[in-house]
């Protein structure tokens, strides 16, 4: 084996494997660099970097570079070569003669060429790409938007320490301990993807579900320090100098902190508010989509549409419920499906354009049945997701091949046969001949298209019976027109080879032949009732059907007659069309005939004549009955606090413990107007608290606290009632006469 080339082929072997590790290394630290700057979070770019460094590598694999692939790369760019680079990895002794020189003159030429040659690697647009994100990562970290990409807003605003005033405002000797330290971590739910996040401020917005945890610090040691949310008193958690609180956020409140010092005296902060801010159900827009759809046999029976979805932190899931429904009344089936969207989506998006095409042939739909859809999309939230639905659509194949004929309401009597081949399986079989075509004979096609001609016969002359027919064709013929068929049936018949003897024995069963001679008296003993009476003989006179049904019935059965002739004529495709118009003749027919029942309802007593209009009032009874309805004021503490404030003010007593009392509910009322107007009323339901709490307030914070009242509370609603100042007795004795006597 030639060592020098094997040396020369191992060196550019490691140095390929050498640069891809390195593309990969400068496009993960990249990401990783902005990552970082973004997050704030050590561990989360550590993972990053790990993550994207191995999927980069098992894309790139370095490990694949092996000498074999080395030797071929250099074969295809260098000409010099002769294709017999791979000479090199064999062993000298196993090389013929002609191979050991081949092998030593690539050797030499590879010393040559061989640092003209560059492996296979993208390095400098590697570089580009690391180069691009460390910039866009230092002008995010300069300007401020490290967490921008999370939708919380950077909190560069000075420190606002909590302040804390004594609930008894004698003892201001001693300076009061204060906070050097406070921050509220704010840590959103896991399906959010939203970063832990700090901050100072005491007024917040966060997502339902949230936890929250205060930290603060005091300069010196206090007693006891208590978290207090309005409903509950919770004492903090202390862990050396630090103490804690957490909850987590199910409705907005408003909070403050209390603690006592070394001498006894009570503290308590001004109030804070935490607004809390509900996951929105996902919205769902459909377009292209019309309410009602309805599709005709010969049509696409195809529903296309396109689906928007938005939801504030992402769609986890959506889809299309469809019912198909089979039969009708108490037969009826249902059959339910989950159909998924065509286009492909990650997710978690907030945004979504989902289009869908549902066949209804896929959904094993046949003429009659009818489809019941709606959109559904599922958020992100948990541990019970938002779940919303858009309107339901329907579509429907209508049934023109249901040709089931039915007396109904219209018709005199059920006179409908037991059975006869039905139009609908003269088009079914029709369609079948016309497919089988090319795999049978012309005679057994010609056969069976004669047959069906014989059925669609049938068939147009049991309809004929309904209508008064006597004569075969619908139409009462002439004796001349019977004696020429006669006739002509007397020959052979051109079609005997192709029908069965059914087709003329049974005549005797469908036409009267027992037609006497007219004679010329009977136009001279004409009836002179004929114009006034009804004559069944007449097939334009003679019918079970109303007028209106007995029109349509009548083109029905032209059609038929021309489906007739084509399927005669071995035409099938042909009689398709006719066939098809008379089933929907007949259809409309079936439609129409239905019964109208009348509604039962309330049925009135008979009307007395005698004692109608006569204006007698004396057995009628008029009864009246006054009720007082009363209405609870919502808001009567702080209506009762407002008047109390007044007489502290006016008199200047001393604060009870019922006005204390007093002022606590009236601050449990005004704090639910605060929270549905977060902020406007805060400095009152802080004054009215410290009143709760016994601390004693100047004159300008008292009126302070009353002005705060008086402009939260609602107007009064205008209460109509009875005013008896201007009623006297005798008023009173001619409204109850007129009462009486009314």
Not at 132 to 148: D, K
Not at 367 to 378: C, M, N, T, W
Not at 471 to 496: F, I, K, M, R, Y
Not at 566 to 589: M, V, W
């Amino acid at each position: 084996m030639n060592n020098t080339g094997l040396h020369i082929l191992r060196s550019f072997q490691k140095r390929w494997q050498f640069l891809l590790v390195l593309e990969v290394f400068l496009y993960a630290l990249g990401i990783a660099s902005l990552s970082y700057v973004l997050s704030q979070n050590w561990i989360i770019t550590t993972l990053l970097f790990i993550t994207l460094s191995l999927l980069l590598l098992a894309f790139k694999k370095p490990w694949g570079v092996s000498q074999k692939k080395v030797s071929r790369y250099l074969d295809e760019h260098s000409k010099s070569l002769e294709y017999s680079t791979e000479l090199l990895l064999s062993p000298k002794e196993e090389l013929s003669r002609i191979a050991q020189l081949q092998s030593h003159k690539i050797e030499e030429q590879l010393e040559k060429i061989i640092s003209k040659i560059k492996p296979k690697v993208a390095l400098k647009r590697a570089f580009g790409f690391f180069f691009i994100l460390v910039m866009l990562a230092s002008l995010c970290h300069y300007f401020g938007h490290s967490t921008s990409f999370l939708n919380i807003p950077k909190n560069d605003s000075p420190q606002e320490l909590i302040t804390f005033i004594p609930l008894d405002s004698t003892l201001t000797k001693e300076e009061p301990p204060r906070i050097t330290s406070q921050n509220l971590t704010i840590q959103y739910p896991m399906y959010s993807k939203v970063a832990v996040h700090k901050t100072t401020k005491m007024n917040i917005k966060a997502l339902e579900g949230t936890k929250l945890y205060w930290n603060i610090v005091f300069d010196r040691a206090v007693e006891g320090v208590f978290f207090d949310n309005g409903t509950s008193e919770i004492s903090m958690r202390r862990n050396g100098d630090t103490y804690g609180a957490s909850t987590e956020l199910s409705g907005s409140f408003f909070y403050n902190f209390r603690f006592t010092a070394d001498n006894g005296t009570s503290y308590s902060s001004e109030l804070y508010a935490v607004e809390s801010i509900k996951d929105e159900a996902p919205l769902i827009e459909v377009k292209g989509l019309k309410k009602f759809t309805q599709f005709d046999v010969t049509d696409e029976k195809k529903i296309s549409f396109q689906s928007t979805f938005s939801d504030d932190y992402g769609i986890v899931d959506a889809y299309v419920i469809a019912t198909v429904t089979k039969g009708e009344g108490e037969s009826v089936k249902f059959r339910e499906e989950h159909i998924p969207f065509d286009s492909r989506w990650s997710s978690g998006a907030k945004e979504l354009k989902l289009d869908k095409v549902i066949a209804l042939e896929s959904l094993k739909m046949v003429p009659g049945d009818e489809l019941y859809f709606y959109i559904e999309a599922v958020d992100s939230k948990q541990p019970r997701a938002n779940r919303v639905r858009s309107e339901t659509y329907f579509a429907v194949i209508r049934d023109t091949l249901d040709g089931q004929f039915a007396v109904e309401g219209t018709m005199a009597a059920d006179l409908m046969p037991d059975y006869f081949r039905s139009q609908r399986q003269l088009i079914i079989d029709t369609e079948k001949l016309i497919a089988t075509k090319s795999q049978i004979s012309k005679t057994a096609f010609n056969f069976t298209s004669n047959e069906l001609g014989y059925d669609q016969k049938a068939l147009r002359l049991k309809y004929g019976e309904f209508m008064g027919d006597e004569a075969e064709s619908g139409v009462q013929v002439s004796q001349t027109a019977a004696a020429e068929e006669s006739s002509e049936n007397s020959d052979q018949d051109p079609l005997e080879d192709y029908t069965h003897d059914h087709d003329g024995s049974n005549e005797h069963n469908l036409v009267d032949h027992d037609h006497e001679e007219e004679s010329p008296s009977e136009e001279e003993n004409e009836d002179p009732l004929e114009a006034y009476v009804h004559n069944h003989e007449d097939p334009e006179a003679s019918t079970l059907f109303a007028q209106s049904l007995k029109s349509k019935l009548r083109q029905a059965m032209a059609e038929m007659w021309d489906a007739e002739l084509h399927l005669r004529l071995y035409k099938p495709e042909n009689s398709l069309a006719y066939q098809y118009r008379a089933l929907k003749l007949i259809q409309e027919i079936k439609n129409s005939a239905r019964i109208y029942v009348h509604r039962i309802g309330f049925d009135p007593p008979p009307i007395k004549e005698d004692k109608r209009l006569t204006g007698d009032l004396e057995e009628v009874i008029t009864r009246q009955r006054t009720k007082q309805a009363k209405k609870s004021d919502e808001f009567m503490a702080m209506r009762k606090s407002v008047t109390r404030l007044a007489a502290l003010l006016s008199k200047k007593i001393v604060i009870t413990s019922q006005d204390r009392s007093l002022f606590k509910e009236a601050g449990n009322e005004l704090a639910i107007l605060a929270l549905k107007n977060p902020g406007n009323h805060l400095s009152t339901l802080q004054g009215l608290k410290w009143l709760s709490e016994g601390k004693q307030n100047s004159f300008e914070s008292l009126r302070k606290i009353q002005a705060g009242l008086l402009k939260a509370l609602p107007p009064l609603e205008i209460n109509p009632s009875q005013n008896n100042a201007y009623r006297s007795e005798i008023n009173e004795m001619m409204l109850k006469e007129l009462l009486n006597n009314e």
